[in-house]
């Protein structure tokens, strides 16, 4: 139980991280005026912001609306 908790923590970090990540290149690619590039990172994106809410559990959806406020 408390190695799956972990895996699902761990799997939903690694997510917010990717997640900053291309969030930090799509603020270069914009600033640098590649349309194209903004625009498969706004994809990108998106595809992980949905697997995030895919994999999310109450417990931690709870915790991340916390930080979102």
């Given at each position: ?20 990540i291309?969030?930090s290149?799509?603020?270069i ?41």
């Open positions: 139980m408390i190695s799956l908790d972990y895996d699902s923590i761990h799997h939903v970090d690694e997510l917010l991280r990717q997640i900053r291309k969030e290149q799509l603020k690619a914009q600033e640098s005026n590649m349309v194209y590039t903004a625009q498969a990172l706004e994809k990108q994106i998106l595809k992980l912001q949905q697997k995030l809410s895919e994999s999310r559990d109450p417990e931690i959806h709870a915790l991340m609306s916390l930080l979102d406020d």
